[in-house]
């Protein structure tokens, strides 16, 4: 089975505060995906990654930003934490010739 | 901008009764996606739909497109609790990459 690891669980970070999250996928593929969900709202595409150093601006770019130096590794940065990031984070990786996206299990980051 | 929509956004039902959650989408895209999700857990892949008129179906859950109307539903047929969870669609399309935009969510409590 393909596996999506987030490192964290549960994180809870202060106002300010440099925060990376950390995504790992085990199968060699290419896209990588970072979604934040908030209740009555679904799940909101932050960034992308369809190749290693590539990355695109998904729907809700501001305030964060992305490394992927590695094909199998996908990092959420956010630059100066504020409390309206406060959210589930979750991470996806899919193949692009193959249908279907695995999810990991999330982050919840509180911001306080 | 891709919109997806997804109603009822809360359904409380009754053990044995048949129900539909919509999923409406803004433009046109060939692949749906539906996925379970319960309180805590990451999205567990429900249902891949890749054609116009394509139907499956999996124990009480059945799910449909039609992509000329824009729509897919996903059909509860004798509801039981162990179904109570949140519902997303998702719509695959494809800008400089695939990517998914999901539906709000549909929470679905199941009541003896």
């Known amino acids: 089975d393909v596996k999506v690891t987030q490192s964290s669980r549960y994180l809870v970070k202060r106002t300010g505060e440099k925060v990376f999250l950390e995504c790992v996928q085990d199968?060699?593929?290419?896209?990588m995906f970072w979604y934040r969900q908030d209740p009555g709202l679904g799940l909101r595409l932050i960034y992308f990654?369809?190749?290693?150093?590539?990355?695109e601006k998904g729907d809700i770019p501001e305030g964060y930003s992305v490394s992927r130096e590695k094909k199998e590794r996908f990092s959420l940065i956010l630059e100066s934490a504020s409390t309206n990031q406060t959210s589930m984070y979750l991470c996806a990786s899919s193949w692009t010739e193959n249908y279907g996206y695995t999810f990991g299990s999330g982050t919840r980051l509180t911001v306080v | 901008e891709l919109k997806v929509e997804q109603n009822p956004l809360f359904l409380s039902m009754q053990e044995g009764k048949n129900y539909t959650i919509y999923c409406n989408y803004s433009?046109?895209?060939?692949?749906l996606y539906w996925y379970r999700q319960d309180p805590g857990k990451s999205l567990e892949s429900l249902f891949v739909l890749l054609s116009n008129g394509a139907v499956k179906q999996e124990g009480r859950l059945m799910a449909s497109l039609d992509t000329k109307a824009r729509l897919s539903t996903l059909h509860i047929t004798a509801a039981v609790h162990d179904l109570s969870a949140t519902y997303f669609c998702a719509v695959e399309w494809e800008t400089s990459g695939s990517r998914l935009t999901f539906g709000e969510g549909t929470q679905l409590t199941v009541n003896p």
């Open positions: 433009t046109t895209s060939d692949r």
């Open positions: 199968m060699d593929h290419e896209n």
């Open positions: 990654s369809y190749d290693v150093k590539m990355k």
